[in-house]
């Protein structure tokens, strides 16, 4: 089994800052890339944030300059710092990782974490 388990999520007021973490358990071999997505209520789960294996990132426009993705490969952990929070950023935000699993398993899959609310409100 392979698990990602969100946490940092809350409310926060606009202009302010949370870190998101996800960290991946279970029958890990390696993790290639990891991101985060989030859902705001009646919207399509939009890619926030990527980051690869090797540190290369990536973020949708409407974050850049103010999110940063980050992982700890040691800990199989990926962050999301956002800071300068605006009330469109209110949403569910999802960890998602492509992860090879180790023996006896074979083969490289998609995961996702439960979710995490981050309200942006004053």
């Known amino acids: 089994q392979v698990q990602l388990v969100e946490s940092g999520g809350g409310l926060v007021q606009p202009g302010g800052s949370l870190r998101l973490s996800c960290v991946a358990s279970?029958?890990?071999?390696?993790?290639?890339?990891m991101g985060w997505y989030r859902q705001a209520p009646g919207k399509q789960r939009e890619l926030v944030a990527v980051?690869?294996?090797?540190?290369?990132?990536n973020y949708v426009d409407s974050v850049k300059g103010r999110f940063t993705i980050s992982r700890d490969n040691a800990k199989n952990t990926v962050y999301l710092q956002m800071n300068s929070l605006k009330p469109e950023d209110t949403a569910v935000y999802y960890c998602?990782?492509?992860?090879?699993?180790?023996?006896?398993?074979?083969?490289?899959?998609?995961?996702w974490g439960q979710g995490t609310q981050v309200t942006v409100s004053s």
């Open positions: 998602n990782a492509d992860i090879r699993r180790s023996f006896p398993y074979t083969g490289t899959y998609n995961y």
């Open positions: 279970g029958s890990i071999f390696s993790i290639n890339a």
């Open positions: 980051i690869t294996s090797g540190g290369s990132t």
